[in-house]
């Protein structure tokens, strides 16, 4: 049986790892960590931000609702506190139907 290649994934992610995903300012990653209970990230000795990736879930819905919804901060705290496992799974949703769009866009260019 051939070794199977499993994808990694880490336990923890800098903030600037984080800022990168999201395409936003570190600044942004850290208001955002203040004004969301929902965000609580662990800290090293040195006081460096460890996200998991239960934060980065979170981190998409509140991106979601902030800039892609245009919710205001307000709003998004009390859709968050309302509706949190029904955002988790329309999150779960689009990044699926993301991942399909991508792959049907490479079978596009293959043809």
């Known amino acids: 049986m051939p070794y199977k290649e499993y994808e990694t ?3 923890y992610y800098s903030i ?8 936003v300012n570190v600044s942004l990653i850290r208001f955002w960590e203040n004004h969301f209970e929902i965000l609580q990230p662990k800290k090293n000795r040195k006081g460096n931000r460890l996200f998991t990736p239960e934060d980065i879930e979170n981190l998409k819905i509140i991106y979601h609702l902030v ?3 245009g919710y205001t901060l307000q709003g998004a705290r009390e859709e968050l506190k309302k509706n949190t496992g029904e955002h988790k799974d329309q999150q779960k949703v689009i990044e699926s139907l993301v991942r399909l ?9 293959q043809l």
Do not use: N, R, T
Not at 101 to 108: D, H, P, T, V, Y
């Open 67 to 69: 800039k892609e919804k």
């Open 16 to 23: 600037g790892e984080v800022a990168k995903l999201f395409d």
């Open 101 to 109: 769009k991508s792959f049907l866009l490479e079978i596009k260019e």
């Open 9 to 11: 994934q880490k336990m």
